[in-house]
């Protein structure tokens, strides 16, 4: 195991050549409402900014599998709890849901 602060591309970089690393399971980051209320700019660079230096070093060094856990939030309100994955995709609730948004629409991009 090894610890980097996805937002350190140096360290990223350095761990993804160190360690041949073909598939990478990203856990979003920040997500305690308080937090995203509190402070909603570090909120956003660890969330949004930190998923794309990740996915930009997994670019670089020819890593192209990705699975992704975020929260529901491209589902907007569902119809359904829990939600499947085939359910329709819903704009964002409010600003912390759009912020989310915007790594998992980077995602879906990479496909």
Do not use: W
């Not at 909120?43 to 699975?67: F, I, K, P, Q």
């Not at 359910?87 to 912020?99: G, K, N, S, T």
Request: aromatic share 6%.
């Amino acid at each position: 195991m090894h610890l980097a602060d996805l937002r350190d591309s140096r360290a990223l970089k350095d761990l993804f050549k160190g360690e041949n690393i073909d598939a990478v399971i990203h856990f979003a980051g920040l997500k305690a409402v308080g937090e995203s209320v509190a402070d909603p700019l570090e909120y956003y660079r660890v969330n949004v900014g930190g998923s794309l230096t990740l996915m930009r070093t997994m670019e670089a060094t020819g890593c192209h599998r990705l699975v992704f856990s975020s929260s529901a939030t491209v589902y907007g309100e569902p119809d359904i709890v829990p939600t499947p994955e085939d359910h329709p995709l819903r704009p964002a609730i409010d600003e912390r849901d759009a912020l989310m948004r915007q790594v998992e629409d980077q995602v879906l991009a990479m496909q």
